[in-house]
């Protein structure tokens, strides 16, 4: 996948650069047209060559403001998955950002929260905060000017155009001398822990380079979106991370075509909390689109209450943050925190101890609490 969309890249960068979108949004409404064959806003010099293709017409200011939703998946059908946030999930996390004070999000591999932070900055004057997204998707680059999008690797720290987007990236970082910024990212869940925490480090790091000498202990706030049986990897790598509560969800975009495939995979994330067979997936034909927010799968037990099991590791002291009430969560004054409303404290473990939603019980054989 990597090779084949670093190619097309190169073969589209001229074509698909900011300057066709300025062109784009100048033209009125029946001329706005985007070509879905070769994911391309369209101009109307290039009619010619996508008189065959399928296109969508009358594209609103609105839609180029969402990229995310007018493009179709990879074509790539063996690797490409994409994982787009639930834009209920996505807000509260917006929501939450502006409440901790942040003003600068660095985007890893978020594209739905990059659009909607840019959406409530240009709709909300007191609003104070930017963003930048760096993603392997090159076919966002048509749609945001070069400060605030970078063809990014995060499996590799790759940056594809090479020193001067690595300069935006680190200039952005550095801002403020490095305060009021928080890193986002969302990986692949088929993807390893060790190269990811090797390249966050690396961003780090970057962040670091612009600390001064008195604050070189501080680190960089970081939300790392991804399952919760991934805790203890990402703790080993992270030991000051800690593990919310929050039940991320999210919409698959994905190259399937059994649905029956798609629900066995579900089963197996759902009854064996573990992320297994999305590469094996990935080899089935036509695109859907489920949304685990509403899917029949993420509920359970008598509340009905939907289930994730994709969670938010940080290093932010979980006290400040306020998971919202209406969803189901309370805040435990023994732990400190806010957890799921079925995640009771035992006073055995002194912790609020579950990790999927449900209520876990305590074994006294095995010292500890266990799943239902």
Same mark, same amino acid.
């Given at each position: ?21 300025? !062109?784009?949004?100048?033209l009125p ?6 070509c ?28 180029? !403001? ?32 502006s409440?901790?004070?942040?003003r ?9 929260? $990059? ?10 004057? !007191? ?7 760096l ?10 000017m ?9 499996? @590799?720290? $790759? ?23 928080i ?25 670091? %380079?612009?600390?001064s000498? %008195?604050n ?22 992270f ?17 399937m ?12 994330? $759902? ?6 067979c ?14 685990y927010?509403? $899917?029949?799968l993420?509920?359970h ?7 994730s ?5 940080? @290093? ?7 998971l919202?009430? %209406? ?7 023994l ?21 999927d ?13 266990? !799943?239902?």
């Amino acid at each position: 996948m990597l090779v084949d969309a670093e190619v097309s890249h190169s073969a589209r960068r001229c074509s698909s650069a900011p300057p066709r979108y300025l !062109k784009f949004i100048e033209l009125p409404l029946s001329q706005r047209k985007f070509c879905q064959r070769c994911q391309q806003l369209v101009l109307p010099d290039d009619g010619e060559k996508h008189r065959e293709h399928q296109i969508v017409g009358d594209v609103s200011i609105t839609q180029l !403001k969402r990229p995310s939703q007018l493009l179709c998946p990879l074509e790539n059908k063996k690797t490409n998955a994409q994982y787009l946030f639930a834009d209920r999930s996505c807000l509260f996390l917006v929501d939450l950002l502006s409440t901790l004070g942040f003003r600068r999000v660095l985007c890893v591999g978020t594209p739905r929260l $990059h659009e909607l932070i840019r959406l409530k900055a240009s709709g909300d004057e !007191k609003s104070n905060i930017k963003s930048l997204l760096l993603d392997i998707d090159f076919r966002y680059s048509q749609f945001y000017m070069e400060d605030s999008f970078c063809h990014y690797n995060m499996f @590799n720290h $790759h940056f594809f155009d090479g020193k001067a987007a690595l300069e935006v990236c680190r200039t952005f970082l550095q801002e403020d001398k490095g305060e009021g910024v928080i890193m986002v990212t969302d990986p692949p869940f088929g993807g390893l822990v060790e190269p990811l925490a090797v390249t966050f480090k690396k961003l780090i790091a970057m962040w670091k %380079e612009g600390q001064s000498q %008195e604050n070189n202990r501080k680190e960089l706030p970081i939300f790392w979106i991804f399952p919760y049986f991934f805790e203890s990897r990402i703790c080993q790598f992270f030991p000051s991370f800690c593990m919310l509560d929050y039940q991320y969800f999210i919409t698959l975009i994905s190259s399937m075509g059994e649905i029956f495939y798609l629900k066995m995979l579900l089963i197996i994330i $759902h009854f064996h909390r573990r992320f297994i067979c999305v590469d094996e997936a990935m080899k089935y034909g036509c695109m859907l689109e489920v949304d685990y927010d509403n $899917h029949a799968l993420y509920k359970h037990g008598k509340t009905g209450r939907k289930q994730s099991p994709v969670r938010i590791f940080t @290093n932010i002291p979980p006290n400040k943050i306020i998971l919202p009430i %209406e969803e189901g969560y309370r805040f435990c004054s023994l732990c400190q925190r806010y957890v799921s409303r079925e995640n009771q404290h035992c006073e055995h473990c002194n912790s609020c101890t579950s990790k999927d939603g449900r209520k876990w019980n305590h074994c006294f054989l095995c010292k500890k609490c266990v !799943k239902p």
